[in-house]
């Protein structure tokens, strides 16, 4: 059954604290997976799309890497304005061409950064 | 460039009572959903659609209907509403298959 798990549920960092967030996949034939952020009463904001095992990408104090099991979001020196709930989406192949490309979200991580 | 926007932003029904959600995107994408987040489960597609005058179910359609008369623009509508029915609604579209999405700011339904 293709699934995504994203640990941790919540993560509280000071200031300046470099961390990871996590996003475990398992998907028949991954067709990209996509970070977005979400602020509280917001739509989700697309940050990233990898496409291969071994591809990176940055943005600012974001930088997010792909392996062929899960997809790590390193945040490095995070200010107070990257609090926000990260999500992460798996897209699997279409079953036939009039069909949607099946995305399936992660439930997402709080993060938030103290001053 | 306002992006994806949905009409309205809150709303609480009546247990019964029916009401129709509006999107509309400016940015000429063939690809439209309808999605519902509800805590601790992520979000989830109800209905989408692939160009103008298509739609189709996804993975949670059972008490919603949808229509895309123009390509601008998906509605969706809840026929009967129910309390199970309360959630956050988003709608998203993207310019292909593969490509990202976009999200509007999102519809919150309350059904008493």
């Known amino acids: 059954e293709d699934q995504v798990t994203q640990s941790p549920e919540a993560l509280r960092l000071q200031e300046g604290e470099s961390s990871s967030l996590n996003c475990s996949y398992t998907?028949?034939?991954?067709?990209?997976l996509f970070w977005y952020r979400q602020d509280p009463g917001k739509g989700p904001e697309f940050l990233f799309t990898l496409y291969s095992a071994g591809e990176e990408k940055e943005k600012e104090r974001l930088k997010a890497t792909l392996t062929k099991k899960e997809s790590f979001l390193h945040i490095t020196a995070p200010k107070p304005e990257d609090s926000a709930t990260y999500l992460c989406a798996v897209q699997a192949p279409r079953l036939w061409s009039g069909a949607t490309n099946k995305l399936i979200f992660g439930t997402g991580t709080l993060l938030a950064v103290q001053p | 460039n306002a992006g994806v926007t949905q009409t309205p932003k809150f709303r609480v029904l009546k247990t019964g009572q029916s009401m129709t959600l509006l999107c509309a995107q400016d940015m000429n994408h063939e690809y439209m959903y309808w999605y519902r987040q509800d805590p601790g489960m992520g979000l989830r597609l109800i209905h989408y659609s692939v160009g103008e005058g298509t739609t189709a179910k996804g993975e949670v359609p059972d008490g919603y209907n949808v229509s895309r008369l123009k390509k601008q623009n998906f509605l969706l509508g809840l026929e009967s509403a129910a309390p199970s029915q309360t959630s956050v609604y988003f709608c998203a579209s993207n310019l292909g298959a593969y490509t990202e999405a976009f999200f509007g700011q999102g519809t919150r339904l309350t059904v008493v």
């Open positions: 998907v028949s034939g991954l067709r990209g």
